[in-house]
């Protein structure tokens, strides 16, 4: 060996070594990141610590029975759902439970006059819980208001509008494929209404609070 060259041992112990790359860590870093994330979404926990709001919903994804009758859901509802607002729609029940509609939704809250059925079939569409009622006493509507505004899931999902098209004294509820006509105001049967499908039927969930497209304010 001549003179300034080293052995292949000594080259060994001065080469700075490879740090070797822990696998088995990264992986498990991963997971544990996932995790965090996921319990974040399922708590309702944002990521800055703060709570997220999420929509009371309903008990049940699907029809119960009891709560309301089942419809069938119009064949010519989709691919196609939309209407321009000068077209009108012939539902296979009064109010409607499904069927075209128009591009435009109606705001929830307690309303006093009529709104057309191709407007709120839109609100259905998202899951929203339609009230008609067909009240002429001032007592009566007066009640069903206070009926609806103790009751927690309305002001997420719901809507009411005056309708002549059911009986004089009754009260109709309908949420997507679910219609329930009742004489007078039941309080229980509305309210189980709303604890049952409050935004859980319609093929979109989008509650009262989600700003609309055509509005820069809600």
């Known amino acids: 060996m001549g003179r300034g060259s080293r052995s292949n041992d000594e080259l060994s112990m001065i ?19 996932i995790l965090v994330i996921g319990s974040f979404a399922l708590t309702g926990i944002g990521p800055g610590g703060g709570m997220a709001e999420q929509p009371r919903m309903g008990s049940s994804t699907v029809y119960q029975e009891g709560v309301g009758i089942a419809q069938l859901i119009m064949e010519d509802t989709y691919p196609n759902p939309h209407i321009s607002e000068h077209e009108t729609v012939q539902y296979d029940t009064s109010p409607p439970t499904s069927g075209k509609h128009w591009d435009r939704w109606a705001e929830c809250g307690f309303y006093d006059e009529e709104l057309p059925d191709e407007r709120i079939t839109h609100n259905l569409e998202h899951g929203n819980i339609i009230v008609s009622y067909n009240l002429t006493e001032a007592g009566d509507i007066a009640r069903l208001r206070g009926t609806l505004e103790d009751i927690d899931h309305f002001e997420t999902w719901g809507l009411a509008r005056y309708y002549d098209k059911i009986e004089p004294g009754q009260v109709a509820l309908a949420t ?29 969930q989008i509650d009262c609070f989600q700003p609309a497209p055509w509005r820069k304010e809600r």
């Open 176 to 204: 997507w494929g679910v219609l329930d006509i009742m004489d007078g105001i039941d309080n229980d049967r509305i309210e189980d209404f709303f604890k049952t499908y409050s935004g859980t039927l319609g093929p979109e």
């Open 15 to 33: 080469r700075p070594r490879r740090r070797k790359t822990n696998y088995w860590y990264l992986a498990a870093s991963a997971i544990i990141a």
